[in-house]
């Protein structure tokens, strides 16, 4: 079966940096994106990832390991407004999404 | 305006009742879609259409219908309507980007609960 692991929930401070982990096993692999989701709120896109290697934009960055099913989204700089659901999603040889279940960021002061 | 509009927001409504979930976009996307979301899960595909003669089951379809009305109109129905249907649901659309990513822009949510 297709399979997206993430951590469920993490807690970080105001001002570090955060990593956050996503694994993957899928029937193909046609790239792989990160959405932010505030609670109540529609999920907004933030990365894509097709190739291996890091993918930076302003305080977010998203790296991907073809070769070991992975990605993961880092947060440098945390704010309060960074407190969200983070969806990891990969798009699998029919083109078709795989969402995982998200996790969870608390940012603390 | 939003650019992609759900409607109702949040709706109960009894076990046995037909609903619809209605879903408008001026994005000018051709391809739409229905998802829900349901706590510890990720999002479920129920259906997909790439434009108005194309429809699609998703990963979740039983107990749903949907009707694609034009390019910006696509309306999910659950014809009779049962508790585990209760969930957040969300359309979205899609375009392809230039480097292949197909990035889905999400309306805010129907709430439903079936009681």
Redesign the interface.
């Known amino acids: 079966g297709q399979n997206i692991d993430q951590p469920t929930e993490m807690t970080a401070t105001e001002g570090a940096i955060v990593q956050i982990n996503c694994t993957y096993q899928t029937s193909g692999f046609n790239g792989l994106f990160w959405y932010q989701q505030h609670a109540g709120e529609a999920p907004t896109f933030l990365s894509y990832n097709v190739l291996d290697g890091l993918e930076e934009k302003g305080r977010f960055s998203s790296f991907l390991s073809r070769s070991k099913g992975y990605s993961y989204l880092l947060l440098k700089e945390l704010q309060m407004k960074d407190s969200a659901s983070y969806l990891c999603a990969v798009r699998d040889s029919n083109y078709q999404l795989i969402w995982g279940a998200g996790t969870k960021l608390i940012i603390k002061p | 305006d939003a650019d992609v509009t759900q409607t109702p927001r949040n709706r109960i409504t009894k076990t046995g009742k037909r609903i619809m979930l209605e879903c408008s976009q001026t994005k000018g996307h051709d391809r739409m879609y229905w998802y829900r979301q349901d706590p510890?899960?990720?999002?479920?595909?129920i259906y997909y259409s790439f434009d108005v003669k194309d429809i699609n089951k998703g990963e979740i379809s039983d107990g749903y219908s949907v009707s694609r009305q034009a390019q910006a109109k696509f309306s999910l129905s659950l014809e009779s309507a049962i508790p585990n249907q209760t969930a957040l649901y969300?359309c979205a659309t899609s375009d392809l980007r230039g480097?292949?990513?197909?990035?889905?822009?999400?309306?805010?949510?129907s709430r439903l609960t079936v009681l």
Do not use: K, S
Request: overall charge neutral; aromatic content about 12%; hydrophobic content about 50%.
């Open positions: 510890g899960l990720g999002l479920r595909l969300f480097d292949g990513a197909n990035v889905l822009t999400f309306g805010a949510g």
